[in-house]
């Protein structure tokens, strides 16, 4: 049972990453999902979350806009593409099964560095 996080990586000012969320071991179709983001000497913060079938997205309003939700459950996977991206957007994205309200009895991925420069 895992999840798996990718898709991170170094990008300038203004650019775009997709990140997705790949489970094996288990059918993501049972759970919300949920994106969050913790920055060097910050706490955990809730970016975006989805529904089970996806038809219901929320955002971070420091997201909006900017970043679109989406998933699809026949390959397992739900993805953030990340768009007009900030110097503060820089962070370790985790994805986890808990949906919004994600906690440490959800399923969580390893995480993936997203760097922004100036």
């Known amino acids: 049972v895992q999840l798996q996080a990718s898709g991170g990586g170094l990008v300038q000012a203004g650019g775009s990453l997709s990140l997705s969320c790949a489970a094996s071991g288990f059918a993501l179709d049972y759970y919300a999902i949920g994106w969050f983001r913790q920055a060097p000497g910050k706490g955990r913060e809730r970016v975006s979350c989805i529904s089970k079938n996806g038809g219901v997205t929320d955002y971070a309003d420091s997201v909006k806009g900017r970043f679109t939700i989406s998933r699809d459950n026949a390959k397992n996977t739900a993805f953030l593409q990340m768009n007009s991206l900030k110097p503060e957007d820089t962070a370790v994205y985790y994805c986890?099964?808990?949906?919004?309200?994600?906690?440490?009895?959800?399923?969580w991925g390893q995480g993936t560095k997203v760097t922004v420069s100036s």
């Open positions: 986890s099964t808990g949906g919004c309200h994600a906690n440490e009895y959800d399923y």
